[in-house]
Structures are given as structure tokens and as C-alpha cells.
């Protein structure tokens, strides 16, 4: 055994000859894993158990259970490479939540029932149950397809229907003024603005805008949600708004400390 890979997992006899396994996350008490390591699903097992969202006190991470199939989910090439940053980020938020309160079921007893339920407890807000509906779909879909478990219990639920609206208002010509009264030229806030309003890119590739993507008057970048090219004349307002800065060495839109934000972050600092 490759024993690097295994960081806090411990081997012990019993007193009848037998071998088990532990591992000991933190300092917290170990947790008695199902199984060797160089058993099917193990290494998920193990995984599920060392991270922060593993069982409970004294529990194990059983093999089978949502905890390892989730585990093992992650560490595939689907989550790790067919997903985007920011949806593996919004889903495991919500992955750690579901494993909260059933991370220890037997995947073959999830029901379609339990997921109609587990979405009607979100339809308060019908954008967090659909993503939660979405999550869940992606997750049973790839089991399927990888022979985890024989049927897909989403299958068949609906989606939540989204109220009607108007949607955000758009900023008039005073709003966009009075928050360069705020923000003058010289602030982060203003860089941001100026970033916003001469692309009209999506917050995520605004976030990610910088030197590498301007040359010669023009900017350029790929976009991450549809993976189009996007080339346009950089505006006079953006130009002057680097100059002034303050701006990363990476990202026009940084962190005091000149650090690239995430769009998450981003939008959340800009909301403010």
C-alpha cells in the first residue's frame, strides 16, 4: 500500500486475527472504515470520512451510503473536469447540507418520494430548489452511468415553476452617477464599474478580465459559461480606469491584497 495516499488511516489486528482499518480526522475520535484498501470504494469511504462533512461521532462511512457515493462522485472526472469552478462550488454547498441531515442512507433506499420531498422543503425559493434539484440529478445520473446504483430517483421530478417578475432594475443614468460620486476615479469600486459597463461581460468574466486579455486597444477573452471567444475595442472609460487603479497584477477587479475575486465574491462586494 501506497501509504502517502492514505494520510491518518491506521491498521489494527483484533484480537481474532482480523484486520480492520481506521482513520482519525483532526483530533477528533477515529472512525472505523468498511472494507481494505484495496477494496472498490474504499478510497471514497476514506475520503468521506476525513473531510469536514463526515459522519457523525463515533459513525463510519459506509460503504454504499450517499456519504460515499457523493465521496466518490467528487473524485471522479466529471466532477473534477466537466464541471466549472463555480457550479462545483454550488453544489458542494449544497451536497454538504443533504449529507447533514442523510448522509448515512443506503443509496438504494432513496426514493423519488424523498427527493420531491427534499425539494418541496425549498420551494419557498424556487431558484434553491431547482439547483438542489439539479445537484441531485447530476449526482444520481453519473451513479447510474458508473453502475452505483440501478435506477435514478430524480428521474420524473418537475422542477419548481418561477414566479413572474420584472426581474432586476436596470441602473439609470443617475444611478450610475451617483455611485461614481461614491467611487471616483482612484477606488476598486470604480475599476469595477468601468470593467462592467465598457465589456458587458458576466460578472464570473469580469472577475477574471486582466493585462493578458488587452492588447493594442482591443480586449479579448473566452468566456467561461459558453466558451465563446469575445473580442471588442477596449473603451476609453476602461483604459482610464486602470490607469488610475488601483487594479491586481493579474485582474483589473481585485482584492485590496491584489488578489483575483471569485465571481461569488465579486458580485457579493458589489452588491455592498
Do not use: C
Request: hydrophobic fraction near 40%.
Amino acid at each position: 500500500m501506497d501509504r502517502p495516499r492514505w494520510p491518518r488511516l491506521v491498521r489494527q489486528i483484533t484480537r481474532h486475527g482480523r484486520e480492520v482499518w481506521y482513520v482519525r480526522p483532526g483530533h477528533g475520535p477515529r472512525r472505523r472504515l468498511e472494507g481494505a484498501p484495496s477494496d472498490p470504494g474504499f478510497r471514497a469511504s476514506y475520503l468521506a470520512a476525513i473531510r469536514e462533512d463526515g459522519p457523525a461521532k463515533g459513525g463510519s462511512a459506509r460503504l454504499g451510503s450517499l456519504r460515499w457515493l457523493v465521496a466518490l462522485h467528487q473524485e471522479s472526472s466529471y466532477w473534477r473536469k466537466g464541471l466549472k469552478p463555480a457550479t462545483r462550488k454550488q453544489r458542494e454547498n449544497i451536497l454538504k447540507g443533504v449529507l447533514a441531515g442523510a448522509g448515512d442512507i443506503a443509496v438504494g433506499r432513496i426514493t423519488q418520494g424523498d427527493i420531491i420531498a427534499g425539494r418541496e422543503r425549498r420551494q419557498a425559493t424556487p431558484s434553491q430548489a431547482n439547483n438542489y434539484l439539479n445537484t441531485m440529478r447530476s449526482l444520481f445520473g453519473w451513479a447510474v452511468e458508473q453502475g452505483h446504483m440501478k435506477t435514478d430517483p430524480t428521474e420524473g421530478v418537475k422542477i419548481v415553476r418561477r414566479p413572474k417578475g420584472d426581474g432586476f432594475a436596470a441602473w439609470s443614468e443617475e444611478d450610475v452617477a451617483a455611485f461614481r460620486r461614491t467611487w471616483p476615479p482612484g477606488t476598486r469600486q470604480n475599476v469595477a464599474l468601468a470593467v462592467l459597463l465598457s465589456t458587458g461581460l458576466r460578472r464570473g468574466d469580469a472577475a477574471r478580465l486582466g493585462p493578458a486579455h488587452l492588447t493594442g486597444g482591443r480586449f479579448s477573452i473566452r468566456t467561461e459559461k459558453n466558451g465563446v471567444v469575445v473580442t471588442a475595442p477596449a473603451h476609453p472609460e476602461l483604459a482610464a480606469a486602470i490607469a488610475a487603479g488601483p487594479v491586481g497584477p493579474t485582474t483589473f477587479i481585485a482584492t485590496i491584497a491584489g488578489k483575483p475575486m471569485v465571481q461569488e465574491g465579486f458580485g457579493n462586494w458589489f452588491a455592498e
